[in-house]
Structures are given as C-alpha cells and as structure tokens.
C-alpha cells in the first residue's frame, strides 16, 4: 500500500478511534459488574480493576522479553528462536505457578504476587542462559545487537562482532536483562489475575453449586489457573501482533509501540474478566 501512497503498516502511532471504541468496551464492563455487585456476596468491580491491571502488566512485559524467531535459529538476529506468544506464555505460566503454590501456602496477597513474579524472572533468567550458551558453544557466535552500537548497560560494543549479512546474533546483556524484566513483570500479572479470580470463584461457586467454599475449592482453583493461562495467551497474542516479528528488548525501536500494546491488553482483559466473573455470579433476578 504504501507504493501506491497508503500509509504504511505497523508504525508506532495510535488509532484513537479504537481508543475510543476500546473505552466504551472498558466502561460497559465496569458497569455491567457493578449491577451485579449488588448480588455477589464480596466487591467485585475491584478484582475487575486488578484483572485489567494485571492483563496490561502481561502485555508491557512481553515487549522486554527478546524474541528472535526463526532468524535466531540461524544466527541472523538476537533473541531466543521461538515466537512471542509462545515465550511470554511459558514466562507466564511459570510465574503463574509460582505464585499459585505460594498462595496456596500463605494465603498472603503481596507474597505471592511476588512469587509469580519471581517465578517468571527466573525462568527467562534459565532461558536466556541457556540459549547464550547454546550461541556461543554451538553456534560459534557472539552476543551482538543490530540495533544499537553499544550496550547501555555494559557499555560494550558490538558493531566488530557482528556477522556481515545479519542483524545481530546472540543475547546480549541488554536482551538479557530485558527478558528477566519481562518475565518478572508478565508473572506479575498473571499471578494477579490468578488470585482476583480465585478469590471470585471462592466466593461465587459455593452459591451456585449450593455446597461449601471448602467443598469447591478444587474446582475454584482449577477453573481460576484455567483461564489465568488463557488471560496469558491472549494478552501475549495481542502483544505478539502488536511486535510483529522479532524484538531485541527494551533498547528495540519496536519498544516504542508500548502504548498501543498495554491499551489492546486493557481493553482485552476488560472483556475477558467480565465472561470470567459473570460464570461465578448469581443473576440478580
């Protein structure tokens, strides 16, 4: 399109009358929870707000985490050679778990946001280690970005490491801390939304199924880890289309696309939390 004088696709700019589009979706979710706040026995616009807030830390947390794809596996670009949604999901999934056990244990809120947190750190930190070694002893290449010229953590440089021909290969440390960020803050996140909707199911299951919170319990946390999972690979999805492709970490250009990704997440998460919150419910009338 943009030979024939369209204005090109995937820039950095964005669309605010989808903006606008999305607001509505938020506001008509917020209100249809807060007519059904009357007949739920706890609050429940305030976990909406957290399952929001945590769908968007999933979404700004994938754009740190550095995703080569197939390039990568040639040793044509930096970052790991897999897909953005599958990476930011298996960080997820990591933190989730993390953050589930420790719930489980303590019941304390801030302890286990922190350990999912944690859980997706440390499973970027092994990934990233373990691809950088891969790089270096399998492939004989160095860590290089394509990007930039040096790295603004490290100062190192990386123009006279760079293979001609490609973009870069390897993790440099800039990716490297970027993926452990990402991970931290996408476990963050999703531990978030895990939490929000067990404590809904906790509360809303035991009404409808007429037993005990005691009794539900097994189900409450296995349809709140379900669709916490789900949250993940819709948000990652949403941010890989956002990428399009491959992203180095926070020092890429594709950074900048930020904003757009945490409203698309805002606005997904809306939506998605009010069909989760509205299965544990009572109708009320």
């Given at each position: 399109?943009?030979?024939l004088?369209?204005?090109?696709?995937?820039?950095?700019?964005?669309?605010?009358q989808?903006?606008?589009?999305?607001?509505?979706?938020?506001?008509i979710?917020?209100?249809i929870?807060?007519?059904?706040?009357?007949?739920?026995?706890?609050?429940?616009?305030?976990?909406?707000?957290?399952?929001?807030?945590?769908?968007?830390?999933?979404?700004?947390?994938?754009?740190?985490?550095?995703?080569?794809?197939?390039?990568?596996?040639?040793?044509?670009?930096?970052?790991i050679?897999?897909?953005v949604?599958?990476l930011a999901a298996?960080?997820?999934l990591?933190?989730?778990?993390g953050?589930?056990w420790?719930?489980?244990?303590?019941?304390?809120?801030?302890?286990?946001?922190?350990?999912?947190?944690?859980?997706?750190?440390?499973?970027?930190?092994?990934t990233?280690?373990m691809?950088?070694?891969?790089?270096?002893f399998?492939?004989?290449?160095?860590?290089?970005s394509?990007?930039?010229?040096?790295?603004?953590i490290?100062?190192?440089?990386?123009?006279?490491?760079?293979?001609?021909?490609?973009?870069?290969?390897?993790?440099?440390f800039?990716?490297y801390?970027?993926?452990v960020?990402?991970?931290?803050?996408?476990?963050l996140?999703?531990?978030l939304?895990?939490?929000?909707?067990?404590?809904?199911?906790?509360?809303?299951l035991?009404?409808?199924?007429?037993?005990t919170?005691?009794?539900?319990?097994?189900l409450?946390?296995?349809?709140?880890?379900?669709?916490?999972?789900?949250?993940?690979?819709?948000?990652?999805?949403?941010?890989?289309?956002?990428?399009?492709?491959?992203?180095?970490?926070?020092h890429?250009?594709?950074?900048?696309?930020?904003p757009?990704?945490?409203?698309?997440?805002?606005?997904?998460?809306?939506?998605?939390?009010?069909?989760?919150?509205?299965?544990?419910?009572?109708?009320?009338f």
């Amino acid at each position: 399109m943009s030979a024939l004088g369209g204005k090109a696709a995937g820039g950095d700019d964005i669309n605010w009358q989808g903006v606008a589009v999305g607001l509505v979706v938020v506001i008509i979710s917020i209100g249809i929870i807060g007519v059904m706040n009357a007949s739920f026995p706890i609050d429940i616009v305030v976990p909406l707000f957290g399952i929001i807030i945590g769908g968007s830390l999933i979404g700004f947390g994938v754009h740190f985490v550095p995703v080569g794809g197939a390039p990568a596996a040639m040793g044509q670009a930096p970052g790991i050679a897999t897909g953005v949604a599958m990476l930011a999901a298996g960080a997820g999934l990591a933190g989730l778990f993390g953050g589930a056990w420790a719930y489980a244990a303590t019941g304390d809120f801030l302890m286990s946001v922190l350990g999912g947190a944690v859980g997706g750190g440390l499973m970027m930190a092994i990934t990233c280690l373990m691809v950088n070694l891969t790089y270096v002893f399998a492939m004989g290449v160095p860590a290089a970005s394509g990007k930039i010229d040096k790295d603004p953590i490290t100062g190192y440089t990386f123009p006279e490491y760079k293979s001609q021909g490609t973009e870069g290969h390897g993790l440099p440390f800039i990716s490297y801390f970027g993926g452990v960020v990402g991970g931290f803050i996408a476990g963050l996140g999703g531990t978030l939304i895990y939490i929000e909707l067990l404590i809904i199911y906790s509360a809303g299951l035991p009404i409808l199924l007429q037993t005990t919170e005691q009794a539900i319990l097994p189900l409450a946390v296995s349809l709140a880890g379900v669709l916490a999972i789900g949250f993940f690979l819709v948000n990652a999805v949403l941010s890989a289309y956002n990428i399009t492709g491959t992203i180095e970490g926070p020092h890429d250009p594709k950074f900048k696309r930020v904003p757009r990704a945490i409203i698309g997440c805002a606005v997904a998460s809306a939506f998605c939390g009010l069909i989760s919150i509205l299965i544990a419910v009572p109708l009320p009338f």
